[in-house]
């Protein structure tokens, strides 16, 4: 089963998925353990698609806390950054229908999917902190809803279910 936390941001000037998740990744190779990742980029064109804003707003990475022998320390989580309000309404009006938690207006919408038996908790923080200093965000479950943040612990130490 998987387990996801869904950002809602404002990031006005990232016209891209890509340079969202640039700045996102440069940020937390500053400090921290090194990462492993693989791109997987914007989603697949279906049939009859171009390329186009919409498949550029998206960006995706598979990432995962590297050891010392450059090995991953726990399974493997994605990183999904979608940009531009249009491409992420939506998600939007499904989590918050009536704004009560002002998120209307975000440009900005991050995805950490877990799955696995060793969720990679360090690195979920380590998402989560990065965000929060790149750009104001407001963290979402399916669970707690937008009290994800009041009631999560520091350090994140797979209170969740994964």
């Known amino acids: 089963m998987a387990y996801q936390v869904t950002f809602f941001g404002k990031a006005t000037g990232q ?39 919409e498949t550029e707003a998206v ?17 493997y989580l994605l990183l999904e950054i979608h940009v531009g309000m249009r491409s992420i309404a939506e998600t939007v009006i499904a989590a918050d229908p009536d704004n009560d938690h002002g998120v209307w207006g975000s440009d900005l919408l991050a ?14 923080q380590r998402i989560w902190k990065t965000l929060e200093d790149l750009w104001r965000i407001m963290p979402w479950d399916e669970m707690s809803g937008f009290d994800i943040a009041a009631e999560t612990p520091w350090p994140l130490q797979g209170n969740t279910q994964a």
């Open 15 to 53: 016209e891209t998925g890509a340079a969202a998740m640039d700045h996102v990744l440069d940020a937390m190779l500053e400090s921290g353990p090194p990462l492993l990742g693989e791109s997987l980029g914007p989603p697949p064109l279906q049939l009859g698609e171009w390329s186009g804003p």
């Open 111 to 124: 995805l950490v999917t877990l799955s696995g038996d060793r969720p990679d908790w360090p690195l979920v």
């Open 59 to 75: 960006q995706s990475f598979k990432l995962a806390t590297a050891t010392e022998d450059m090995k991953p320390a726990a399974d």
